[in-house]
């Protein structure tokens, strides 16, 4: 059964390719060569484009590629009340390789007012047409995570649990100010989650004083405040990912230690899963989506490198998903976006568009 609306079988996860048009204006506005207007009018032409590119590629849902952003996460945070960004000392570090040196930290009051970002989707929502926009933004997780209490004021949040139900207010505000901006398909992308599932990661997040299950039923707290009382025709969507720049990654393993907390417990629409290789682990954890609306959307194809997927290989594997989950609770994505950050990963827009055209083709033939 087809479904007319988000997520769709055939569905996106969110940034493509940056074109070299976008990287040139962006090193000129860094140099000080041009100024914002001229930036921004790049810029718009490009998403134009980007847009007009995934209906020719038969989706029928359309993002802006993330093109007006250097991160997937920083450039949200950065426009929040009461967050800076900085430099920092090291770039966080992926399998063999770093990203930049970028950073954030809480130093006021949490807050959620006129972020740039709004007017962003507004223009997408402009010239999608007939296709549903989607934004995409980090997760509250994310926020909290990477830098832990050493990033938050202990002046303004000597106590954390304030500190997190500002932060689940602040994203309450966020889900409002878009739908009021027309959005009705938001997606946050987390990575906390799929660090939740790997060994090696829980394991640094015990070295620093963390509890890897306290961490995870407060982020789940969190994100079912957030979305508390949204609109009925509001469909959020959760991207759990466990890393993606310049085709590395950061941690490994399957969903099942936090499938029954986080499947079974957080009242998301749609869960956005990574299962392009061997380090995602089985279908098994499905088992704990709720029967009904909630949809598992899984990401068969890689955004990791070019080599296009056989398209009988991906349908037998949405047949061993289906022996966990309905069949119609399941829908078809590439595992990740293409271009976490601007750097891109390591594939051809040629094959960019020949994959997302491969999980339109599955979709059609399998739904």
Request: with cysteine.
């Amino acid at each position: 059964m087809q479904r007319t609306t988000p997520p769709f079988r055939a569905d996106v996860v969110g940034s493509f390719l940056r074109p070299a048009a976008i990287k040139q204006v962006r090193k000129q506005f860094q140099a000080g060569e041009i100024d914002a207007g001229q930036l921004r009018a790049v810029e718009d032409k490009e998403i134009r484009r980007v847009v007009e590119l995934q209906r020719e590629a038969g989706l029928a849902v359309v993002t802006d590629g993330e093109f007006r952003r250097a991160w997937w996460h920083f450039d949200f945070f950065e426009g929040l009340d009461g967050v800076e960004g900085y430099d920092a000392v090291q770039g966080i570090q992926f399998n063999g390789v770093q990203t930049k040196a970028r950073s954030i930290k809480v130093t006021g009051k949490l807050g959620f007012s006129d972020h740039p970002m709004l007017e962003d989707f507004r223009f997408l929502k402009s010239i999608s047409g007939s296709a549903t926009p989607k934004m995409t933004i980090p997760s509250p997780s994310v926020m909290h995570f990477r830098g832990g209490r050493d990033a938050i004021s202990k002046e303004i949040y000597p106590d954390l649990k304030a500190y997190f139900d500002d932060l689940a207010q602040v994203y309450r505000d966020a889900i409002k100010a878009f739908y009021d901006a027309g959005c009705r398909y938001l997606q946050l992308d987390d990575t906390v989650w799929a660090y939740l599932c790997s060994e090696d990661q829980k394991q640094q997040i015990r070295e620093r004083g963390d509890s890897p299950e306290e961490l995870a039923r407060t982020y789940a707290d969190v994100l079912n405040k957030a979305i508390a009382g949204k609109p009925d025709d509001l469909v959020i969507g959760l991207h759990v990912c466990r890393g993606n720049f310049r085709s590395t990654w950061i941690s490994e393993g399957g969903y099942e230690p936090v499938a029954e907390i986080l499947f079974g417990g957080v009242n998301i629409d749609a869960f956005f899963l990574e299962y392009d290789n061997e380090r995602s682990g089985g279908f098994e954890p499905l088992r704990f989506i709720k029967p009904g609306h909630q949809q598992a959307v899984l990401g068969l194809i890689t955004t990791k490198s070019g080599q296009l997927e056989l398209a009988k290989t991906v349908e037998n594997r949405l047949t061993e998903a289906a022996e966990f989950l309905d069949i119609n609770q399941i829908c078809l994505s590439p595992q990740c976006g293409f271009a976490s950050t601007e750097e891109g990963n390591s594939l051809t827009e040629e094959q960019q568009w020949a994959k997302l055209k491969l999980v339109v083709d599955i979709a059609a033939r399998v739904w």
